[in-house]
């Protein structure tokens, strides 16, 4: 299921920090069905379904993302319905979340509504993620 | 007592003393500031400014938007928007549906527009269905241009026919963990 985005996210995650390639940017009319792979920063300003591999997602004010995430840093200020294997993550106050967060170190603003839960995982659980593993409940 | 009056203090000594006192004050201030920025560009610029998809961008899938688009990155899926620039090293495999199509990458699909520049770099191999059209000298074209646009009661009419798409990718897994929690 996962073996297209296999690569990128092995290289997302360990791509040197000093190599900045240009970021994209989703506004919020743009809506996309299907699996994202960037080696770059990703900001949402729409509407994505599916999966994504970024080197840092942001998630905007107004951005919906339903699907997994796989990132080296998220920051998620708008609605997100799935899951986020990063080590770093940001939720802000205007985070509407459902799902689990996977990370190292997590900040959550006051104000943001999440409802799953946030499993710790050690950092090299985030180095060799190669393959999303299925949640047990 | 003394942890909960901490905050307060460092405020206190701050409006007093001179150095300090722009640090507390700035903070409160700052993340109405923080939470208004990320806001307003999309109101502002959503207008104007294209949604980019750079080049270290690959989606695979399909795309729509009521705006601009501008792809530098790969694209393995049907792309709908308004004005559609795909630039240099951009590749696009599947059809291309806008207003206006600006063409200096390549294009493994199709165009329906009402409006085609290919540029001098462009690189389409598939049709081009157009009303009006633009060709540079350098770009390489392999497939039939038809002047048919908006004459046949074609797919590209609407922007928005992709949505009833039925949730497939990360489903199972999703429904499975809002089952559990």
């Known amino acids: 299921m996962f073996a297209l985005s296999r690569r990128p996210d092995a290289r997302a995650l360990s791509a040197p920090r000093g190599v900045e390639l240009p970021p994209s940017y989703l506004r919020s009319s743009l809506r996309i069905r299907g699996v994202l792979e960037a080696e770059c920063e990703l900001t949402i300003g729409g509407v994505v379904i599916g999966r994504i591999a970024a080197l840092k997602l942001v998630i905007a004010p107004g951005g919906h993302v339903e699907g997994d995430i796989v990132a080296r840093e998220v920051v998620i200020a708008g609605s997100l319905k799935g899951r986020v294997f990063a080590p770093t993550v940001a939720v802000e106050e205007t985070a509407h979340i459902d799902g689990r967060i996977f990370h190292h170190t997590i900040s959550v603003a006051r104000g943001a509504h999440f409802d799953g839960r946030m499993p710790w995982r050690p950092i090299s659980y985030f180095e060799t993620l190669d393959q999303l593993p299925e949640t047990q409940p | ?181």
């Open chain 2, 1 to 181: 007592m003394t942890i909960f009056n901490r905050n307060d203090k460092p405020a206190d000594t701050g409006t007093s003393g001179a150095a300090p006192a722009p640090k507390p004050a700035a903070q409160p201030v700052a993340q109405p500031q923080a939470a208004a920025q990320p806001l307003s560009p999309p109101a502002k610029t959503g207008a104007s400014m294209p949604s980019v998809i750079s080049k270290a961008l690959k989606i695979t899938g399909q795309l729509e938007s009521t705006e601009d688009i501008q792809i530098d990155g790969e694209i393995d899926g049907d792309v709908r928007g308004v004005g559609v620039k795909i630039g240099n090293n951009a590749k696009v495999k599947g059809t291309v549906y806008g207003d206006e199509v600006e063409l200096a990458g390549t294009i493994d699909g199709k165009i329906e527009a009402k409006k085609v520049i290919l540029n001098g770099t462009a690189r389409m191999s598939g049709d081009v269905v157009h009303q009006d059209i633009k060709i540079e000298s350098g770009a390489f074209i392999d497939g039939h241009l038809k002047p048919e646009f908006g004459k046949t009661a074609s797919k590209s009419a609407s922007v928005s026919t992709l949505k009833p798409v039925a949730t497939t990718g990360t489903s199972p897994a999703d429904k499975a963990a809002e089952a559990r929690h």
